[in-house]
């Protein structure tokens, strides 16, 4: 198997290679001669490739512990579901898993795109069988999946304990998704550029390419926050981590991308910045792989050191100067149409958006690459952490959530004084009373306060707009209030599923604020002894020691310490967190004993116990006890964010507003109540 | 004045505290991330060095570690080879904490005057082992 999925890596090396010299000089000379054979060689590399991973996945799935990468990531006991997840659990399969995703993607532009942008496509074909080559030529001299041992181990050493998680199958591949798929945004502007077919018609073309890929950057960012919190065990989803970090980053460009495009579509402004946020995403993507798998900023848990780190800066190196200086030759031909008219207005609304997504975007950068920079310029490494990180992001990102209020609802152009008044007195109204409300009942903190009244706020200017919009309709339409709310949505998915991503923000922030008022105590307790801590909503939890009991699992041997709950008295029954050693099928241990935290959530807060390890092998147990507010609300938010992505890239709907009709009247719009568009 | 020039204002502002935050995050979070020896160094330079809040990556010395569980305290020793320290915590250690071979941390805390480095977290990677996939934080 290893012979045929090399030889396929082979393949498919010439064939992207193939695509990338024909389709620039093709349509360079403008001869459709030599473009023919593109698109055939696009997809034939997804064919190569996609065979170079199955038969990865059949040696994973028959044991083949000669061939190195299933010895090192996979056992015989381990789960069959973690067999299919293993293909991107280490480096080296994780890059095969990037190849084949990437050429699906590259194939699926190629066969789904409109013919009316066909001028594009040899260009796009040329982009992403250029990033394909690149990973393929990783693979193969870098970092082989099918490479061989000289020897034949009896067992592999068995998946990551902490990679042992339904939530760590379905977290990779979906952050993968995210930022493999920025490549076709990529790939398009870049094909814009040399074409110089600069008007808005890329834009379209990429549309849902992006929504996708911040779809899945968004629920990989919201899986990864969910796996730290049960499995990593501190007590916490986000800890400003240089991995986590880089998957925020593109995130934090493509959705300034997602605003400002809208005024390059109105309003013909922007064109310059818009190029230079989808360079500079797919730059960002790359960095973010780079940090990940070069070991060159200390994360505590990062792949092992290799050189594989060489090739990604390499390419990160050469594809900035090459894009960017694309994007100089073409500078005075992307001049916008028109001027702003006013900064209160939408537009401008969106260009401060923008400036603070990309400041926050620049802050998460610079912080992350603090301890290389200073060493460069000082000579000694400075190191900034979530300190650093909260305290330049909080303000930054309280003022964007004024701003999600503030932009759906100003007006194109210039904003009238009735404009306002119509449009901000009740929202406005809305975060006064939050806020007074917060106060009386005794809540403190001047960010906490601030960002919850500004949920308000925000929360009443989605509330007044599906509210209006449901009216218009109902007399329009005689129709019954959840009839015409579901209408409103269908026919105007981009604008109200846009709106229902900017409820799932603020639950976010409500959510995050909760973390300011975490409690957290660290006991020593015998079996019958009790721990107690109070919650900040109030709540009074006795935490009693029952017991450690051990006993053995499928692949591991398990030493449960249980407590006996109450809160306010009653007893909420038992919480058993357990210390894991993970065993190979021979009983060798492999891997560091692990922590499986216990958790009990509710709408208001978290019981989230962590076993630290017993005294001297007797019952005394040591334990964290944590109570964490709001954290439901966290991955309530990020359902939410995900629906109201999808409603907006749903097909038909109005989803897609062709170039052609793009400035003409829009009567469903009208029908609908959409007053303010 | 032209809209233009108004928010061009407003874009400094925006631009201006941005760096401003930046910077100052920077002067009054950061800290120096040092091996034992740039640490015996600046402390030799400086005799002003002790009691500065600082990071230290180093190896634990094997064999080096004392538990007392019943008040959570940990007595160790770090080492890159050269300059050998002390270090006591107090609190829980993560998984990856081990007493085996080629244990690297990282110690955030304060040496002081007794040459005590006395952390206030620690963070521990199994050099040879820790192969995660995408991602990670402290355990």
């Known amino acids: 198997m290893t012979l045929l999925g ?203 390419w992006t929504l996708v890929s911040w779809l899945f950057l968004s629920i990989g960012i919201t899986l990864g926050m969910w796996w730290a919190y049960v499995e990593l065990g501190w007590g916490g989803y986000w800890a400003w981590d240089p991995v986590e970090n880089a998957s925020l980053l593109p995130w934090l460009t493509m959705t300034a991308f997602l605003h400002s495009v809208m005024i390059q579509e109105k309003r ?53 100067i090459l894009s960017f200086t694309l994007l100089y030759t073409r500078w005075p031909t992307l001049r916008a149409e028109v001027q702003l008219e006013s900064v209160v207005s939408r537009e401008a609304a969106f260009l401060f958006n923008n400036l603070l ?98 949920a308000g706020f925000v929360a009443g200017t989605i509330a007044q707009e599906f509210h209006r919009g449901v009216r218009a309709r109902r007399r329009m339409h005689g129709e019954s209030a959840p009839v015409a709310f579901g209408r409103l949505v269908a026919r105007n998915r981009r604008r109200y599923g846009g709106y229902l991503v900017h409820a799932g923000v603020l639950i976010y922030f409500v959510a995050f604020s909760g973390m300011a008022f975490k409690r957290e105590i660290e006991a020593t307790l015998k079996p019958g002894d009790s721990a107690t801590l109070k919650s900040p909503f109030g709540h009074t939890y006795t935490f009693t020691h029952v017991g450690v009991s051990q006993f053995e699992a499928l692949n591991r041997i398990v030493s449960a310490a249980t407590v006996q ?40 807060e978290d019981v989230y116990i962590t076993y630290a390890g017993s005294i001297g092998g007797t019952e005394e147990a040591v334990y964290r006890f944590t109570i964490n507010p709001l954290v439901w609300w ?18 038909g709907g109005g989803a897609v507003i062709p170039a052609t009709a793009q400035r003409a009247p829009r009567p469903r719009l009208a029908e609908a109540g959409a007053l303010t568009e | 004045m032209k809209a233009g020039h108004k928010f061009l204002l407003g874009a400094s502002i925006i631009v201006v505290s941005v760096i401003l935050l930046i910077t100052q995050g920077v002067r009054e979070t950061g800290v120096y991330f040092l091996t034992p020896s740039e640490l015996a160094a ?17 190896k634990v010395v094997p064999g080096s570690v004392r538990r007392d569980p019943s008040n959570r305290q940990i007595d160790f020793e770090v080492s890159d080879g050269v300059r050998t320290y002390p270090v006591t915590y107090r609190g829980l250690v993560p998984d990856t904490f081990t007493d085996a071979n080629d244990i690297e941390v990282i110690v955030e805390g304060r040496l002081g005057r007794d040459g005590v480095f006395r952390a206030t977290e620690v963070l521990a990677k199994c050099g040879s082992r820790y192969e995660a996939a995408a991602e990670g934080k402290q355990a």
């Open chain 1, 268 to 320: 013909g402004m922007l064109k310059r910045w818009n190029l230079g946020l989808i360079l500079g995403t797919f730059l960002l993507s790359i960095f973010g792989t780079f940090i990940t798998r070069s070991g060159v900023i200390a994360s505590v848990h990062s792949f092992t050191q290799s050189n594989v780190g060489y090739f990604f800066l390499g390419f990160l190196v050469v594809c900035g």
């Open chain 2, 42 to 58: 600046k402390t030799s330079a400086d005799p002003s060095f002790y009691d500065v809040g600082l990071k230290m990556g180093a």
């Open chain 1, 6 to 208: 090399e030889f396929c890596l082979w393949l498919a090396l010439l064939l992207s290679a193939w695509a990338l010299v024909l389709g620039f000089s093709g349509r360079w000379q403008d001869r459709p001669d030599l473009t023919a054979s593109v698109r055939g060689a696009v997809f034939a590399t997804f064919g190569a490739l996609a065979v170079a991973a199955l038969s990865l996945w059949k040696g994973l799935a028959s044991h083949d512990f000669n061939i190195e990468y299933v010895a090192a990531y996979t056992s015989r006991n381990l789960p069959d579901g973690y067999i299919i997840s293993a293909l991107w659990a280490g480096q080296k399969g994780s890059l095969l898993f990037w190849a084949v995703v990437l050429s699906l993607f590259g194939a699926l532009a190629q066969l789904l795109t409109p013919r009316r942008y066909d001028a594009l496509m040899p260009y796009v074909a040329a982009v992403t069988s250029a990033v394909v080559a690149f990973f393929v030529c990783t693979m193969l001299f870098a970092a082989n999946p099918f490479e061989r041992l000289a020897f034949t181990p009896a067992d592999g050493r068995g998946l990551n304990p902490q990679l042992q998680n339904p939530g760590m199958m379905i977290h990779p591949p979906m952050l993968y998704l995210g930022y493999i798929s920025i490549t076709i945004p990529f790939a398009f502007a870049i094909a814009a550029l040399l074409s110089r077919g600069l008007d808005s018609g890329w834009i379209h073309a990429i549309r849902k």
């Open chain 1, 565 to 604: 709950v109450a809160k306010d008295g009653k007893p909420q029954g038992l919480m058993s967190s357990e210390k894991r050693q993970h065993v190979d099928s021979f009983r060798r241990p492999t891997f560091e004993p692990s922590t499986e935290v216990a958790i009990r959530s509710n709408l208001q």
């Open chain 1, 634 to 651: 966290v991955w309530f938010g990020g359902f939410v964010l995900a629906f109201g992505g999808l409603v907006t890239m749903w097909p």
């Open chain 1, 357 to 454: 997504l990309v400041g926050v975007a620049f802050s998460v950068l610079w912080g992350t690459l603090f301890p290389i920079l200073s060493e460069l310029v000082r000579g000694s490494k400075i190191t900034v952490g979530p300190p650093f990180f909260n305290r330049v992001n909080v303000p930054l990102g309280l003022l964007l959530l004024a701003l999600t209020g503030v932009g759906p609802l100003i007006a194109w152009r210039k904003a009238s004084t009735s404009n306002l008044r119509r449009q901000f007195t009740g929202p406005v109204a809305a975060g006064v009373i939050t806020a007074v409300g917060l106060l009386a009942a005794g809540v403190r903190g001047l960010y906490p306060v601030m960002a919850l009244s500004l």
